[in-house]
């Protein structure tokens, strides 16, 4: 079977490197694949040409070659499921004979709408018209990340067959590196005079890492005894302003690392005790799901979507809600606080919750089986 995969970008990402994975898994079952992506130079595209054939387009011929597809598409990314939403339906309108695409969506409804410039909200607009819009068609199937994301969805969609749930996860291999990086090979937090954090994630605004900046400082002022370290891995267009508002706290006892983008976060999980995730939409938290694997303590906002669902199943992430920047720091001093005064971890509820979340081998079988033999 043949399986064209039309991804906006090869840049790195949590939801790119997923990908990868996914296709590689599903090529050793025997699945012919190539990726078309949008013209450009991509930080990833080596390690994807290593394996698929590439195939670099413009936007109308990237559109093209969706409305001429004879093979099942899989869809990547927001600009890819705009392009293939307005293809197939007029693929359908032309009397084209149908073709099975899965649009595997990493975003929200809303995820642009807190951005600065009023063409991402304009972009959210119409992202979830034509979305919903193909999906009540039956033009599309969509893979989601989480039970609350489907049943969102679900709601404007009576069909619900053609939506499936995919979770965040990794590798096996890569599941078992998380388990033995931090908890389960400690016996004690906070060790020495330093405190460190961290957060991972694309620097954008909607990110809102400054939380993360200005929680440190907090820290800081408040264990002068101690080093305060955060780290920061990531890119993105943010980089200069939280540099710019890193720069502008001088403190003896405080550290702010731009540590760039890590593709493996084992080495960056070793070094720290808390991991921060403050954004404030959220589509796909990879760096969330990581975090929590490891057993170190993690301190989320409660947005919409997979920070609830990950918190409900891990005991060691911690909600911040409602999502405001006092209760999130509140919530930073109650977790160091109560980890100082026990000095114990909850490694064994953690650990069976970790065993219990599915590797990604088993959720591509399970694809492999219940949804893509269906088309053979």
Excluded at 71 to 78: A, D, E
Aim: proline share 2%.
């Amino acid at each position: 079977m043949r399986i064209s995969v039309y991804i906006d970008s090869l840049n790195f990402g949590g939801a790119e490197i997923l990908l990868l994975n996914i296709l590689t898994l599903l090529k050793s079952k025997g699945y012919k694949i190539s990726v078309i992506t949008l013209k450009g130079n991509y930080t990833l595209e080596k390690k994807f040409s290593n394996i698929f054939m590439i195939s670099k387009k413009n936007i109308f011929s990237f559109f093209l070659d969706i409305l001429r597809s004879d093979s099942i598409g899989y869809i990547h990314l927001s600009k890819a499921t705009l392009i293939s939403c307005i293809a197939c339906n007029i693929r359908k309108l032309l009397n084209f004979d149908k073709r099975i695409f899965f649009i595997h969506e990493h975003t929200s409804f809303h995820y642009h709408s807190n951005r600065k410039y009023i063409n991402k909200k304009i972009f959210d607009f119409f992202y979830k018209k034509i979305l919903l819009f193909s999906l009540k068609r039956g033009l599309v199937n969509l893979i989601v990340s989480t039970k609350a994301r489907y049943d969102e969805v679900s709601n404007f969609n009576k069909n619900n067959s053609i939506i499936y749930i995919f979770p965040n996860s990794f590798l096996e291999s890569y599941k078992r590196d998380l388990i033995q990086t931090n908890l389960f090979n400690k016996t004690e937090f906070l060790e020495g005079n330093v405190i460190t954090l961290a957060t991972i994630s694309r620097i954008e605004r909607v990110k809102q890492i400054e939380w993360a900046i200005l929680s440190a400082n907090s820290l800081a002022n408040n264990y002068k005894k101690k080093i305060i370290k955060l780290i920061i891995v990531g890119t993105g267009t943010d980089t200069k302003r939280l540099k710019k508002l890193s720069s502008s706290i001088k403190k003896n006892n405080l550290q702010i690392i731009f540590n760039g983008f890590a593709e493996n976060t084992i080495d960056i999980f070793k070094k720290i005790d808390f991991f921060l995730f403050p954004s404030l939409n959220e589509g796909f938290p990879l760096g969330l799901t990581e975090a929590a694997m490891t057993g170190i303590s993690c301190i989320a906002n409660d947005c919409e979507h997979v920070p609830k669902e990950i918190a409900n199943h891990f005991p060691n992430v911690n909600l911040v809600s409602p999502a405001n920047y006092i209760n999130f720091e509140d919530k930073i001093y109650s977790q160091v606080k109560l980890i100082e005064k026990s000095n114990i971890n909850n490694s064994k509820n953690i650990y069976n919750a970790i065993n219990s979340w599915p590797s990604l081998e088993s959720i591509v079988e399970k694809f492999h089986q219940d949804v893509l033999q269906n088309y053979l």
